[in-house]
Nanobody, 121 residues
Framework: QVQLVESGGGLVQAGGSLRLSCAASGSILSITARAWYRQAPGKQRELVAAVTSGGSTDYADSVKGRFTISRDNAKNTVHLQMTSLKPEDTAVYYC???????????????WGQGTQVTVSS
């Protein structure tokens, strides 16, 4: 089992920044990749950013150039630095543990509790 705990959400004005963190514990040696998803009201959960154990990253087109995912392997923590935030970034953000296969990220059923990010216009 893997436990994921997120922190860092909140309310910010458009154009502002927030940094999310996700700490992992448990059977983390089995986890090779981590990611952030988000889910806005009435919408499906979507992949925002992912990072491999080696530090390679992928981003949704909607956040490229604004969000940066990084990981601290020594602390088993993944961060999502969000800048130039827009109202459409408002969602609950979830941390996930998964793996890559053939260049695509696949989530395992390990999720954090979610953290609310609200961007006001």
């Amino acid at each position: 089992q893997v436990q994921l705990v997120e922190s860092g959400g909140g309310l910010v004005q458009a154009g502002g920044s927030l940094r999310l963190s996700c700490a992992a514990s448990g059977s983390i040696l089995s986890i090779t990749a981590r990611a952030w998803y988000r889910q806005a009201p009435g919408k499906q959960r979507e992949l925002v950013a992912a990072v491999t154990s080696g530090g390679s990253t992928d981003y949704a087109d909607s956040v490229k150039g604004r969000f940066t995912i990084s990981r601290d392997n020594a602390k088993n923590t993944v961060h999502l630095q969000m800048t130039s935030l827009k109202p459409e970034d408002t969602a609950v953000y979830y941390c996930n543990a998964g793996y890559y296969s053939s260049g695509s990220y696949y989530p395992l059923d390990y999720w954090g509790q979610g953290t609310q990010v609200t961007v006001s216009s």
